[in-house]
């Protein structure tokens, strides 16, 4: 798979949250949250239903603006972004949605190549990268398949695809393993396991602590669990 790592050196902060807080509307949801997490890096986010981990993920891609604090991504500080810096920001993160949801008119491929689409390449000149992707998350022989007619395992690597098609510095995957079985959940933890091998920055968001134990076998990796409004570095050992 051809993926590229652009300028942020190993270990220099991709995402920096100073005493952040977010709210909704009616009471503050996350508060306090001073959290730097350096590139390469591999972090789990954890916590019970509710807490906040999809907002926190949300912060991490720009899609929500902290209602109080500094957020920086990439060294820069999201408020001073315009709408053109915040979707370029936007493109060196990849994302695989709790929901994975996907233009069920379309096929798996023309899905998985949809951010290409989007940001105006030439799907000609990208049919070797998107084969590629599709052999390395083991759909090659579901290109052409619509996406009710795939399971879930094959849903969330399409989802992985689609999120890192664009070569992003960084992987946010929301409950990735929510529903799909042992055997599936640890080849997902593989293909992402490998993206951080790549010198990518991976954060999942998880209720699965198999799964983070799991990962422990693998590659050394953090976890972050948000209780009672505040994140706590529970470390390396959880
Ligand atoms: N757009 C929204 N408007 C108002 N409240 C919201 C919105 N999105 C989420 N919430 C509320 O914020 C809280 C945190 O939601 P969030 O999805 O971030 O939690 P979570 O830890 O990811 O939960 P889960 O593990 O169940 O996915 C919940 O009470 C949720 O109802």
Known sequence: MVCRVRAQGKGEPVIELTDVAYSYGDGELLGDMTLSLPTGSFY??????????TTLLKLCYGELLPTAGHLRLFDQDVRSLD???IAEMRRRIGVVHQDCQ????????????????????????EQQNLAELMN???????????????SGGERQRAALARAV????????????TGNID???????????VELNRMGKTV????????????????????????????????????
């Open 44 to 53: 789990f986010l954890t916590g019970p239903s509710g807490a906040g981990k």
């Open 83 to 85: 709408r053109d810096g």
């Open 102 to 125: 996907f233009l069920d008119h379309l096929s798996i491929a023309d899905n998985i190549a949809l951010p290409l689409t989007v940001a105006g390449h030439s799907l000609a000149g």
């Open 136 to 150: 390395w998350v083991g759909l090659r022989d579901r290109a052409d398949a619509l996406p009710p007619e795939l």
């Open 165 to 176: 098609i664009m070569s992003p510095d960084v992987i946010l995957a929301d409950e990735p």
């Open 182 to 192: 042992w055997e599936m959940s640890q080849r997902l933890l593989q293909l992402l």
């Open 203 to 238: 954060v999942i968001a998880t209720h699965d602590m198999s799964l983070i134990r799991a990962a422990k076998t693998q590659v050394q990796s953090r976890v972050l669990r948000i209780a009672g409004r505040r994140i706590q570095q529970a470390g390396a050992d959880l």
